[in-house]
């Protein structure tokens, strides 16, 4: 257990819809990451924050936003959803700004139908 | 922005054989690089990293080489067993500033008894 929680673990949903993904980071980790995970690919880098501030930002769709609350959860929401959204979602946790371990959660699977 | 190419897609070893795995990286100022090891269904762990102000690191049976002038890393896992099978993934980024951590786009290592 890495001390990082996601929320849900399955979801299923059609095209055209929105999602949100919560993550819960380890205790006292300020960074939070989100990287998305297609079937048989690597981990693509979606956005990073740190103690609520967005850091960093990768190949992020438009359609794709992510915020991080003062209790240091985030969420993704990803919304008009198309069937090539269909991946698993990792959030991660650190506790330092960069250059650091991170602790990934198990991932929301996120089946677009 | 930092690009990671990683060598070879699969990789397949008999039991106590030796297995190298190899990253490049695209930005120099790459300092921090990380290797991950996610088994079949389970999250991305981290095993063993490296930063640039150090050529080599070794932990048990794993070991991380780095040339800074050729900008690239190996992993290198001796004796082998089973329970070494998973999908490695290597990761480049500066450790300071708005970097985000790339990832390589991971390699299979089976390793059969």
């Known amino acids: 257990d890495s001390g990082v929680t996601q929320t849900p673990k399955h979801l299923i949903t059609a095209t055209g819809q929105r999602v949100t993904l919560r993550c819960s980071p380890r205790?006292?980790?300020?960074?939070v990451y989100w990287y998305q995970q297609s079937l048989d690919q690597g981990l693509q880098f979606l956005i990073h924050y740190y103690n609520g501030e967005e850091r960093a930002k990768g190949n992020i769709l438009e359609r794709f936003s992510a915020q991080q609350f003062p209790d240091l959860h985030s969420e993704l929401n990803l919304s008009s959803l198309e069937l090539g959204d269909s991946a698993l979602y990792f959030c991660?946790?650190?506790?330092?700004?960069?250059?650091?371990?991170?602790?990934f959660g198990e991932g929301s699977r996120l089946t677009v139908l | 922005g930092e690009n990671v190419e990683q060598h070879p897609s699969t990789l397949s070893v008999q039991e106590g054989d030796s297995a190298v795995i190899k990253c490049t990286y695209s930005?120099?100022?790459?300092?921090?690089f990380p290797w991950y090891k996610q088994e079949l269904g389970k999250r991305p762990q981290l095993i063993i990293d490296i930063r640039s102000n150090v050529g080599e690191k070794k932990d048990q049976r794993i070991a991380v080489t780095l040339n800074k002038t050729a900008k690239h890393f190996s992993l290198h896992i001796t004796e082998t067993q089973p329970e070494d099978s998973a999908v490695y993934f290597c990761?480049?980024?500066?450790?300071?500033?708005?970097?985000?951590?790339?990832f390589g786009t991971g390699t299979r290592l089976l390793v059969s008894p």
């Open positions: 205790s006292g980790d300020l960074s």
């Open positions: 930005d120099s100022a790459s300092n921090y």
């Open positions: 991660a946790s650190s506790v330092v700004q960069w250059g650091g371990e991170l602790f």
């Open positions: 990761a480049a980024s500066k450790d300071t500033g708005f970097q985000k951590l790339v």
